[in-house]
């Protein structure tokens, strides 16, 4: 959950519940620890404000740093989200990647460079103020910004994905080898042996030294932060990797429940325990309205239900997250990103906007496995035939999926000793497109072969080498 601000550059401004946790500790540290070992014997009052104007000037900071990054993206021709501030800094949210190492280079060196900046000018601002001999609630927070920027410039530069530094170390990885999806793999990779490291040295560090007891818990949260960042951002390119070639029609559901406007919320209560969905579009005819969900109500109070209509209570159209069928599958995973939802609807291409289908995060899960699946089980087949390797473990399921089914039956062949053939069944990946899927079960350890054919067309024939451990 985030509250929003308000917006810079265009670009909206979200700030995270957790940052509230960030900025008691920085009003208690700055106020109540390390001012009155600097300035001593100032009123209580003063100890506080001093936090409080120290904590501002972080936010600040942190929220130039990012836009630093969205500036240079917008810039290019990349659309930024949104960005959101969090308990341990701020987050530009892009709608897609860098198209090129150059600009992830120049992107991701842009937030440091800015602290670096604001760590200079609030340096300067400071020994200006003790020139002039100005008041201790102007120079303790000048001095801390300084401070402040300067840690934050240094963690930033940490070759740890996906921090700036992390996303340097993607951007040159990534002009050496040409792939990003491999350099985004090493710069995962690196950033979690950095952040086991941050953990591990944070735990020694509690433990060993319980003077610093709440230093090493704080590296091992900000480990675990850069850890968990990691993963997921790496995952976030392979799901952008897997749908590419997809355009939203591919990836949605076309037999779409839905209500009418006119029914009351009593009856829509009962749509939502019959059909076990948590969410409807609302419907004038053929035409999208709305969406209503069962958060919208549960707002509602019960004696009101038999009285209220579903248009009393829906979000209307101009609100929703819309994408057109032809539109590139990526757009929609990037808005359902972006603007944190669970469901975006399709509409037609032609002036009616008629609503043809819905994406929601169980579409785009099923879409992503099917295509994983058919990347490495189903290459297009060599003239002479081919062959692939699979390990799985005995007992465990495992499928083949054939390349594009063009009305001949594909059919499996292998030693029934070793496999069962647990189902097989027509997948449709697109439109115009469909695959045979056969779901098999490994019976024992060993290395055993399979072969996916045609009838009477055996240049075609798939060959799978299959390792059961």
């Known amino acids: 959950m985030a509250i929003k601000l308000g917006s810079i550059y265009g670009i909206p401004l979200y700030l995270d519940y957790s940052w509230f946790i960030i900025l008691a500790l920085i009003i208690f540290t700055v106020g109540f620890g ?31 740093h990012e836009l630093a990054h969205s500036i240079i993206a917008k810039r290019n021709g990349l659309m930024i989200g949104r960005i959101t501030l969090y308990l341990l800094g701020g987050v530009s949210e892009m709608t897609e990647e860098p198209p090129n190492p150059s600009l992830e280079l120049r992107m991701s060196a842009a ?31 000048l001095y801390y910004s300084a401070l402040f920027n300067l840690i934050v410039a240094g963690f930033n530069l940490i070759p740890a994905f996906p921090m700036d530094g992390g996303r340097v170390l993607r951007s040159i990885v990534w002009r050496l080898n040409g792939d990003m999806i491999r350099s985004t793999k090493v710069a995962s990779n690196v950033g979690r042996i950095f952040a086991y490291l941050m953990m ?22 900000i480990g675990w932060f850069i850890s968990s960042g990691a ?34 919320l009593t009856d829509l209560s009962s749509q939502f325990l019959q059909r076990k969905h948590n969410g409807f579009p609302v419907m004038r005819g053929d035409e999208l309205i709305g969406c209503v969900t069962m958060h919208d109500l549960r707002g509602t109070k019960r ?15 101009e609100k929703l997250v819309t994408v057109k069928e032809t539109d590139h599958a990526k757009k929609a995973l ?19 906007g008629r609503l043809v289908g819905i994406i929601t995060r169980t579409d785009v899960m099923r879409t992503i496995q099917m295509q994983e699946s058919f990347l490495k089980s189903a290459p ?11 390990s799985v473990e005995v007992g465990m399921l495992f499928q083949i999926i054939s390349p594009e089914y063009d009305g001949i ?51 075609t024939a798939l060959r799978y080498t299959i390792i059961v451990s």
């Open 334 to 352: 990037s808005l359902m990103g972006s603007n944190q939802i669970g469901r975006i609807f399709v509409l037609s291409d032609d002036m009616s």
């Open 111 to 141: 937030g440091p460079i800015t602290s670096l900046a604001i760590a200079g000018a609030s340096y300067v601002a400071w020994i200006a103020s003790t020139s002039v001999k100005a008041s201790v609630i102007i120079q303790g927070p």
């Open 303 to 317: 004696e009101l239900w038999d009285s209220t209509r579903v248009t009393g209570i829906m979000t209307p159209k």
């Open 380 to 390: 297009a087949p060599a003239p002479k035939g081919s062959e692939r390797n699979i």
């Open 231 to 264: 993963q997921h951002e790496y995952k976030q390119v392979q799901m952008m990797r897997d749908v590419a070639d997809l355009k939203a029609r591919d990836m949605m559901t076309r037999n779409v429940d839905r209500v009418p406007e006119d029914i009351t």
């Open 34 to 64: 390390v001012m009155p070992s600097q300035y001593p014997h100032l009123p209580y009052a003063e100890y506080l404000l001093l936090g409080v104007l120290s904590a501002i000037l972080l936010f600040v900071s942190i929220v130039v």
């Open 200 to 221: 591990f040295g944070g735990i020694l560090l509690a433990f060993l030294y319980p003077g610093y007891f709440f230093d090493g818990i704080w590296l091992v949260l």
């Open 409 to 459: 039956a594909w059919s499996t062949s292998f030693n029934p000793g070793e496999f069962s053939l647990i189902s097989e069944q027509i997948v449709q990946i697109a439109p115009d497109r469909q695959t045979k899927q056969f779901t098999l079960q490994a019976l024992k350890k060993g290395t055993f072969y399979i072969s996916l054919n045609r009838p009477g067309d055996k240049k």
